[in-house]
């Protein structure tokens, strides 16, 4: 009985506090937070997303349109410059609603335009989060790509939440313990296209550090 | 016109969705209503994760409850609202919540057919409400801007006149 129980302790020691030290921030009290930006670049509001972002030295990555980067080219490489760049489609075209023949036009167009940019490996998100686990999802994986869920949605582009009371949703669900999804911690999703993300960015960081959390790369939480 | 609203007795739209939104899953989202004569017409969305929705709709009727099947692409949105257009006719406003929001898509129940028909997509994302008024479905649409570094708020409508 003596035996077993310092097995058992060994175990929770060799695994239970390796588990733990993946979501949580050097601080071992917040959990850690990849954000995540979809559907940009947007001329006017990404930039001052970008500016939030770099006054407080907070990594990000930016799930981009095709359309928008060919669009916005230098405003691509400007985050291509200090962020990392992944795939959101061509037109943020909904995949359920689309045939296979558009689903891979979107696919191969938006990547022909952001190839330069993409890191490593190669991140896709589908638009409108329409068809994951099915068919668009294996066809996107397909291609090399790796999708990516998110595990919390602040729901920042719903006219009906107000600032405040997306920040409560970010909140709430970022001190609870990360799914098994992405247990190494959560993966925030946000739109840079969005004014009331651009304007209220920086003090959502701000806050959310205030209580102990901490924003790392999403490579860090995969 | 007045006919088209003589079998309404009352629209009821219970949002849920701050709460819902916090809390874990699963949870109802949204949960519209109209009581028409002696029927209660419910529509409803459950939240399963983040990553779906789920909805249906039913009618209360005598005690009993009559499920309503919703197209496919339904099922997979928000319900919005439920409104009695007619005395056989129910229309039904539904978004894609997941990841981003699309264009309200407003589809309608023929009760005498059981048969659904998409009658428009709403160019209004963001929406602060849903009325039934005398010209139609009226949305209050929202379009929010940052202008010399101000978050700012404008309100415009937008309606779907009534067949």
Known sequence: MIRLKKHLTLFVLAFGTSTQAGYLCPNNRGHKVALTFDDGPHPNRTEIVIQALEERNTPATFFILGSQSSKYPELTSRIAARFRIANHGWKHINYTRSTVEEQRGDIERSTLQLEAFLDEPWKFRLPYGAGLRGDPQRLVESYGYRHIYWSIDPRDWDANLSAEESFQIILSEANKTPSTMYPNGHVLLLHDVQAKTAAHLGSWIDRLEDQGHCFVSLREVL | ?163
């Open chain 2, 1 to 163: 016109m007045k006919k088209v609203f003589y079998s309404v007795l009352g629209v009821l739209i219970l949002n849920f969705s701050n709460n819902a939104l916090g809390s874990r899953f699963p949870k109802i989202q949204t949960r519209s209503v109209i009581l028409s004569g002696a029927e209660i017409f419910v529509a409803e969305t459950q939240q399963k994760d983040v990553l779906s929705v789920n909805s249906k709709t039913y009618i209360l009727k005598n005690g009993n409850r009559e499920n309503l099947e919703l197209p496919d692409e339904v099922k997979q949105r928000e319900i919005l609202a439920v409104f009695k257009a007619s005395p056989n006719k129910v229309w039904v406003v539904s978004q894609w919540v997941i990841e981003m929001g699309d264009k309200p898509l407003v589809s309608e129940l023929n009760l005498k057919n059981q048969n659904w028909e998409e009658l428009a997509r709403v160019d209004c994302v963001a929406h602060r409400s849903i009325d039934l008024t005398s010209e139609g479905l009226k949305f209050t649409c929202l379009e929010d801007d940052i202008i010399e570094g101000k978050y700012v708020e404008k309100l415009k409508s937008k309606t779907v006149q009534l067949r």
